[in-house]
């Protein structure tokens, strides 16, 4: 059984910094593309960043480029968002998710699996 465990959320002040981790359990994950996304209150979830895990190429949503960093360690199974210059604006549950089906990494349906979330608020 597949699992995605998410931790590292909490408070922090404008302009701090995060380090969101997934732990990925239940199967081998060197074919998939492993993602983050957000979700705000009252809007829709939101491509942060991808990371393809056999490969290491990474793609980033235009509003985190320079500020956020998506990494994976494939001794550990864990794929990491190294979240800096925190804005209010970022302030949403941050889900990990996992993909190996065709479709846009863009797109949250494309991914097979889900974490539970971690939140992330940063005050101004």
């Known amino acids: 059984q597949v699992q995605l465990v998410e931790s590292g959320g909490g408070l922090v002040q404008a302009g701090g910094s995060l380090r969101l981790s997934c732990a990925a359990s239940?199967?081998?994950?060197?074919?998939?593309?492993m993602g983050w996304f957000r979700q705000a209150p009252g809007k829709e979830r939101q491509f942060v960043a991808i990371i393809i895990w056999s490969g290491d190429t990474t793609v980033y949503a235009d509003f985190v480029k320079g500020r956020f960093t998506i990494s994976r360690d494939i001794a550990k199974n864990t794929v990491y968002l190294q979240m800096n210059s925190l804005k209010p604006e970022d302030t949403a549950i941050y889900y990990c998710a996992a993909k190996r089906r065709a479709g846009s990494v863009y797109f949250a349906p494309s991914y097979d699996y889900w974490g539970q979330g971690t939140q992330v608020t940063v005050s101004s």
């Open positions: 239940g199967r081998t994950f060197s074919n998939y593309t």
